[in-house]
């Protein structure tokens, strides 16, 4: 039996073609656009409320990632100072670097425009669905394009409508939700299972920690459960 | 000029997580990368496990509950291979449904 590596599956001539991917990557975002649309809209309410809306606003495409984004608003408008909210956006979005490494494999034969692409778009949505379709880059690209275009636009609409649907108390789970989603059916293979029953149990016992020093212990717990009771690699 | 200086910072910062290991791809190991993904699965159910225990609803008691009960239903649907929008109707309807039980609204 012949080893498929990610590589192999992207240059493979019986792959379907690279529209086709694009479109799946596409279809395959749409019904986790629906559920970012509250957090948008509590992003949007919170570059409303900014001092400095444009400076606020750029931060979307930017810091691309909402809980970060977030962070940075709350504390600057709490009168934090510029350096404690960078220090808690940056542990906040340091889960990206691991996206980024983990794509390595798939991407390293590609050209570095198309990898400098792929690194600009890369938050968790389109990361965890390209888990599934593993070396095939058009379909991560088509994702991932969809949400870096959509996301923008979803988070000025949300800073113009006002926050009524971010009041709903029921909005505040859906973006964990399509997370944790993605994540569920990966949960049979052991490796993964162990990674994130141990990331469980270190978020309890983080839970008060800031974000960002939980995400990191988080992860750390994470990968060394996987590395001893389910192996190298998932 | 805090927002602007720390969407700057930040921005930049992010951008370099994000794009540093693909373009320094040729050398990085596989084990690596493997560790990596371990990293980013155990992240996301940090941040599954956080929106759950943090969930404040002032006009629900034990709102945290019944966030568990909800997330627990969508991952549930999730696990079984449904598509995604099924689980996260089946979790966001659930806390809906338990809210308008417990309080008479949404």
Do not use: K
Request: net charge positive; hydrophobic share 60%.
């Amino acid at each position: 039996m012949s080893v498929q590596t990610p590589e192999r599956v992207a240059a493979s001539p019986g792959t379907r073609g690279a529209a086709q991917e694009r479109r799946d990557g596409v279809r395959a975002m749409a019904p986790m656009l629906v559920a970012l649309v509250p957090f948008a809209v509590v992003v949007g309410t919170a570059v409303a409320q900014s001092d400095h809306r444009l400076a606020a606003w750029l931060g979307t495409s930017t810091i691309y990632g909402g809980a970060a984004h977030l962070a940075v608003l709350d504390l600057t408008s709490a009168g934090a100072g510029w350096v404690a909210a960078a220090a808690v956006g940056l542990l906040i979005n340091m889960r990206l670097a691991a996206f980024a490494t983990s794509l390595v494999p798939e991407w390293r034969s590609a050209p570095v425009g198309l990898r400098l692409a792929a690194g600009v778009m890369l938050t968790d949505i389109p990361w965890a669905l390209s888990r599934d379709r593993r070396g095939q880059r058009q379909f991560y690209l088509g994702a991932a394009l969809t949400l870096f275009v959509a996301w923008p636009v979803m988070v000025t609409a949300g800073m113009l409508l006002g926050g009524w649907l971010a009041q709903l108390a029921v909005t505040a789970i859906l973006p964990a939700l399509s997370l944790g989603a993605l994540v569920a059916p990966r949960v049979r293979a052991r490796p993964v299972a162990f990674a994130v029953s141990a990331s469980a149990v270190a978020a309890l016992a983080t839970a008060g920690l800031a974000p960002g020093v939980a995400l990191v212990i988080c992860a750390v717990a994470g990968v060394a459960a996987a590395a001893v009771g389910g192996g190298r690699a998932s | 000029m805090n927002v602007l200086l720390a969407v700057l910072v930040v921005g930049t910062g992010s951008l370099l997580l994000r794009v540093v290991p693909l373009l320094f791809a040729r050398r990085l190991p596989d084990r690596v990368a493997a560790y990596a993904e371990h990293a980013g699965v155990a992240v996301l159910a940090a941040i599954v496990v956080r929106a759950v225990v943090l969930h404040q609803n002032p006009d629900l008691p034990g709102a945290p509950l019944v966030a568990l009960t909800a997330t627990a239903a969508g991952l549930v649907v999730a696990y079984t291979g449904r598509s995604i929008l099924l689980a996260i109707a089946t979790g966001g309807l659930t806390y809906a449904a338990i809210t308008a039980a417990l309080t008479g609204s949404l």
